[in-house]
T-cell receptor, first 115, second 112 residues
């Protein structure tokens, strides 16, 4: 079966532009997470969606970051007015439920470079 | 303030020997711990986990040990194989929170 897919795989943009990153979770997975990995750092939590509940946005670094999950499936992470410090690999993960034993399955990531 | 720390950025071992990857944490509210493996250009993949009520969990060549009093866990790989060469991330969960807190990773290289 298909895993988590993300697009684009690479994105180069100019400082100040907006970018949209897409995540297609595994079919049937109700929980979806966004993380990012900056150079030399571990993965940093950004936002979490579970079913129809209000998302946990506690990891978003600024109000330039937002995310949506439409129809309980596809999610889009939007970064407005990008800055050079936004350069990172953005990883999406999904899990069947939000139970703590549930494995989070990660996509390959979108590598974002802000010039 | 890093709550999960992997102080060794890299480790090199010979094929067939034991690999020991270490992880320390500072948040005493963490009660579930996981190890993920990551190959280049791929997302992390789940390897093994342990609940704080246990001190050891084993799955084939992989064993995770948890020392709660020391806030330390380790991943043992025996015997190490060249295909184990990857970056290994330690991660932790607190009760009621579903987002993982990750360490910065340790790059393991297994020499043939």
């Amino acid at each position: 079966g298909a895993g988590v897919s993300q697009s684009p795989s690479n994105k180069v943009t100019e400082k100040g532009k907006d970018v949209e990153l897409r995540c297609d979770p595994i079919s049937g997975h109700t929980a979806l997470y966004w993380y990012r990995q900056s150079l030399g750092q571990g993965l940093e939590f950004l936002i979490y969606f579970q079913g129809n509940s209000a998302p946990d946005k506690s990891g978003l670094p600024s109000d330039r970051f937002s995310a949506e999950r439409t129809g309980g499936s596809v999610s889009t992470l939007t970064i407005q007015r990008t800055q050079q410090e936004d350069s990172a690999v953005y990883l999406c993960a999904s899990s069947f439920s939000s139970g703590r034993g549930e494995t989070q399955y990660f996509g390959p990531g979108t590598r974002l470079l802000v010039l | 303030d890093q709550q999960v720390k992997q102080n060794s950025p890299s480790l090199s071992v010979q094929e067939g020997r034991i690999s020991i990857l270490n992880c320390d944490y500072t948040n005493s509210m963490f009660d579930y711990f996981l190890w993920y493996k990551k190959y280049p250009a791929e997302g992390p993949t789940f390897l093994i986990s342990i609940s704080s009520i246990k001190d050891k969990n084993e799955d084939g060549r992989f064993t995770v040990f948890l020392n709660k009093s020391a806030k330390h866990l380790s991943l043992h790989i025996v015997p190490s194989q060249p295909g184990d060469s990857a970056v290994y991330f330690c991660a932790a969960l607190t009760t009621g929170r579903r987002a993982l807190t990750f360490g910065s990773g340790t790059r393991l290289q297994v020499q043939p």
